[in-house]
């Protein structure tokens, strides 16, 4: 923090306080929610629940959105399932600590996380409550599970969000997706969603520093603007499975690009 002015430094303060009191009350109220409602009911309450937590955390550290696409673009969220019931695979690029709380406000869907994740204080409870799916990608026998996993969940009608570069980046250039989400969209024949996210500036990029690092960056900025564009869903995902992700990986490269025309021509729109 020792970069940050006075004002930055009371910010990520306020803000990181404010998140372990929404995270823990909204934890709660969704739990008194699920108590009290029928159990045919108790996933959508579960899903209402995680789309207000993430718009509660946009609101909170001043993310202003820009949203392109079905559903999205008319505020609706994008629903988890598709043909037959199934749920879908949304597949998108990964750029920062904030595309979580904007996936969560936008897309009805369980993300597959880095394994560390479910122990960390506060972020990990939230994430395994949700019913986040952990993946270490450097060890075989997890990856396997992680796709036994997504099959499992997308069989049972809930959608499923990878970010398949594996990591985040900085910048607009999408990287080779890994293959995991694609076996599980071809065993089970779900629709692939693609889904682009781009960032006005760099500042919200998470890079070459810890994620400590990098959300007391975000935390101090007064404001961050980030827009998301979802393509139309691809429902043939048979065939090659590396021309498949390749085939997806172009289309996200290009909402991504969409999703920094919508930040640009919003920029100029309100200068």
């Given at each position: 923090m020792s970069g940050q002015s006075l004002v930055e430094k009371g910010r990520f303060v306020g803000r990181t306080a404010a998140f372990v009191g929404l995270t823990f009350s909204m934890y709660?109220?969704?739990?008194?929610d699920t108590a009290v409602s029928p159990a045919s009911e108790r996933e959508a309450v579960l899903h209402a629940w995680i789309r207000r937590y993430g718009e509660a955390l946009l609101k909170l550290y001043g993310v202003q959105m820009i949203a392109r696409g079905p559903h999205v673009a008319r505020g609706d969220i994008y629903p988890g399932r598709g043909a037959g019931e199934r749920g879908r695979v949304f597949v998108m690029n990964h750029r920062s600590g904030l595309d979580i709380p904007i996936c969560l406000a936008h897309i009805e869907a369980t993300i597959l996380s880095r394994?560390?994740?479910s122990g960390w204080p506060v972020i990990g409870v939230a994430a395994r409550r949700v019913g986040t799916l952990f993946v270490d990608r450097t060890n075989k026998q997890s990856g396997a599970a992680a796709i036994n996993a997504m099959t499992a969940s997308i069989e049972r009608g809930r959608a499923v969000l990878v970010y398949p570069e594996g990591t985040t980046?900085?910048?607009?250039?999408?990287?080779?997706?890994?293959p995991g989400a694609f076996l599980a969209a071809q065993r089970t024949s779900a629709e692939i969603v693609p889904v682009g996210l781009a960032y006005e500036g760099a500042a919200a990029s998470f890079g070459s520093e810890s994620f400590a690092d990098h959300m007391v960056r975000v935390s101090g900025a007064p404001r961050t603007r980030a827009a998301i564009v979802v393509g139309e869903p691809i429902v043939d995902v048979s065939g090659d499975v590396g021309e498949l992700r390749e085939r997806v990986r172009a289309e996200v490269q290009s909402l991504v690009h969409a999703a920094r025309r919508a930040l640009d021509v919003d920029g100029e729109g309100s200068s």
């Open positions: 709660g109220m969704l739990e008194l394994a560390d994740l980046y900085e910048g607009d250039e999408v990287r080779p997706f890994k």
